[in-house]
């Protein structure tokens, strides 16, 4: 028998609007026609984390209020893939929550209008500036941002900027973008939107509205005054583990929707918290659908950078070396949970601003996320970038942890790891790819055949580590780290880190 390719089953019907009454009844539906929806929304990044975070969330503040003035138009930055997918389908998709065996579907309403950057006519500099969007959210990663991590400042030397600097009416990266929607609105006169960053990054909205400022001050200081004075960029941090997209989930999809087809679903954990600063003006009742409002997100974004996604770099190095796949087949190794554990309790967890119970339970909480079989969340994924992520997910917590005197295994183990992989991928069977902006001059670093030298050099990199307290003792240890992942693998090195009393343990 000829198995048909999945996207090539002929008899399908698509999603659409027409035919949401006809979606089995255990899948939840907007609770409001999405033809109704005004655009009060514009997006950039319309990748699968915005589309099962904010967007599923504004459905649900939607849903709450029937105000229809918040619907989303969403942008890709670069692939034309997903907009192409959503607009055959009346811009609509399914989210797949899963949870210890039971699944929550949803099929999404809120994205009212699919935009592909490159090729949209009207640009979207001109979309920013409609009088009707109140709030642009973006969800670029932190090199959309062109900010250097040395100074804090917007790069000039970052491709999409130059880029934008020499063809300034034609911007493609968000910063051009933003500006330029800024220098209509000036034009025009009238209140500019609130711009609200949803990249998981430290003072994500502080760091885009130094870029914009900065941006725009190359070209015109008035612009760049007028954008400091009217624009308000407040901080928020996300929390939401979304699988990125895998062949089988428009199969799943299609079996939830009871055969109609979906090229565009996302699959996620059912957990979410967006937590979001203050700022005058409107927004959909976000603070009915799982979102906070707060003074100053300092606090929540610490937690969340060093607690999840920290022990999410510790699993996915060591994990990798381990030859695991994914964050969940590495949170269930006995040695490698209970690092996880005890790094989260000892050491980040210490550096917070939390009381204990309530570190006890987020770590506790953390650990089923991690461990949740359903969420294929890759290495690779969740490795890449590291000399970026290094410093708010671990290095902060690292250098307060020695200030303090508490001892650091966990975070040295984690930095070994790293290390060890720019040289592990190239071996045969490798389970995770580096991909890191300074993979070139690190890969350069990485000779392990003397891995205290290599230790050394890796930690003297100040653009990636700043300055380091202790800096010999630091060397040593990690060099040492290196030294036994080397030479007796990962479970035996992990295993003499750990307090007798984490091991195999759910303390
Ligand atoms: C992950 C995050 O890839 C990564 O860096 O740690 O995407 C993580 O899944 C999210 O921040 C969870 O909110």
Redesign the pocket.
Known sequence: MRVLPDNSAPTAPRLSAALLGKLPTAVVRPGFAPRSLSTGILHLGCGS?HRAHQALATQHAIDATSDPRWGIASVAMTRPTVVAALRAQDNLYTTLLHDDGRVRVEVVGAIVDAVHAPSDRLGVPKRIAHPDIKIVTLTVTASGYCISPVTGRLDENCESVRHDLRDPRHPISPIGMLANGFAAIRRRGGIPPVVLSCD?LCGNGRNLRAAVIDFAALRDGGLADWIARNVQFPNSV?????QPATPADPAAARNWLGGIEDRAPVSAEPFMTWTIEHFDGECPRWDLAGARFVTDVTDYEQA?LRL??GT??LLAYLGALAGYCTIAEAAADPALGALARQFMRCEQGPTLALPATELHRTVDELMVRFRNPAIC?DMT??G?NGSD?MVPRVVAALRDNIEAGRPTPGAELLIAAWIRWFTASREPGAVMTVADPRENSLAALADTTDPHRCARAFLQRTDIFGTLPEPHRLHRQVGDALAELVRDGVDATVRRRLDPGYEGSNR
């Open positions: 984390f998981n996300v929390d939401r583990i979304v969340k999840l996604n999410h770099m969340h994924r969740v890449r992520k």
